[in-house]
């Protein structure tokens, strides 16, 4: 996903769509494997405000 990202989109909307992405699938691979989260409410909102700063830099970039 990374190289094909990189090879098929502007790098100012790629990078931080893998970056962000990379820590939302580390929080939901670590939790469906049973890995202990010191703060599993912390972590989940915090995927989850990762996830929707790529989307709001999504929309944003399709409409200029």
Known sequence: LY??????SDLTLAV???NGLALAF????????GEPIDQ????????MLVT???GICM???DRT
């Open 16 to 18: 931080p769509i893998c």
């Open 52 to 54: 929707t700063g790529v």
């Open 26 to 33: 580390t929080f939901v691979t670590s939790y469906y494997i």
């Open 40 to 47: 599993p409410v912390r972590s989940a909102v915090g995927a």
């Open 3 to 8: 190289y094909y990202l990189l090879a098929t």
């Open 59 to 61: 929309i944003s970039r």
